[in-house]
């Protein structure tokens, strides 16, 4: 099975922050890789894949980058509706996720 | 607009058994692989079984195989998950969501999910 692992697991930044998350993975599966917004309650809600394209609808500020083992999700100026988690997920071999990254109001 | 509701989550004493649905509408239903993922209370996510579009191929993530069955009925526009021999650790919302659009070449997977079902394993 292929083990994704986010850094950090928590990030606390203020709106207009640059902030950046790190998915590693296991083993190489090429660019099938996605990024997740999730809000309590709420399902999650698909914003990266392919590892840089960019949903429909989903703001620009949000992009994402790497290959192979390293990826990264960017978002250019903090908004105060990106306050949420964020999982990344392969999908090369079966599914797996990462354990989520919790941006926090600082 | 595209819909997944599912139904069947409740609570469940260990050893038991449950059954979840996923009725699905707005979108070609028959056309879409199909997976279910689940998220533990405060956890992460979590993935459990994919279905291809004909039901033809299945998987399970080894902590369900064994345990738990995946089909669906594309006349009925529905996915199931029969869940058995029911632990603890399985106490999670189950969402339905969808997988790769067969002869479509998209890239994208995990474009719609449903609202979740929670499921209690507990004596």
């Known amino acids: 099975d292929i083990q994704m692992t986010q850094s950090p697991s928590t990030l606390s930044a203020s709106v207009g922050d640059r902030v950046t998350i790190t998915c590693r993975a296991s083993?190489?599966?090429?660019?099938?890789l996605a990024w997740f917004q999730q809000k309590p309650g709420k399902a999650p809600k698909l914003l990266i894949y392919k590892a840089s394209s960019l949903e429909t609808g989903v703001p620009s500020r949000f992009s994402g980058s790497g290959s192979g083992t390293e990826f990264t999700l960017t978002i250019s100026s903090l908004q105060p509706d990106d306050f949420a988690t964020y999982y990344c997920?392969?999908?090369?071999?079966?599914?797996?996720f990462g354990q989520g990254t919790k941006v926090e109001i600082k | 607009e595209v819909q997944l509701v599912e139904s069947g989550g409740g609570l469940v004493q260990p050893g038991g058994s449950l059954r979840l649905s996923c009725a699905a509408s707005?979108?070609?239903?028959?056309?879409?692989?199909m997976d279910w993922v689940r998220q533990a209370p405060g956890k992460g996510l979590e993935w459990v079984s994919y279905?291809?579009?004909?039901?033809?191929?299945?998987n399970y993530a080894d902590s369900v195989k064994g345990r738990f069955t995946v089909s669906r009925d594309n006349a009925k526009n529905s996915l199931f998950l029969q869940m058995n021999i029911l632990r603890a650790e399985d106490t999670a919302t189950y969402y339905c969501?969808?997988?790769?659009?067969?002869?479509?070449?998209?890239?994208?997977?995990?474009?719609?999910w449903g609202q979740g079902t929670l499921v209690t394993v507990s004596s």
């Open positions: 997920h392969q999908y090369g071999t079966y599914w797996s």
């Open positions: 279905i291809s579009n004909s039901g033809g191929t299945i």
């Open positions: 969501v969808t997988d790769r659009e067969a002869n479509r070449g998209s890239a994208k997977r995990g474009e719609y």
């Open positions: 707005g979108f070609t239903f028959s056309n879409y692989e």
């Open positions: 083993e190489s599966f090429g660019m099938w």
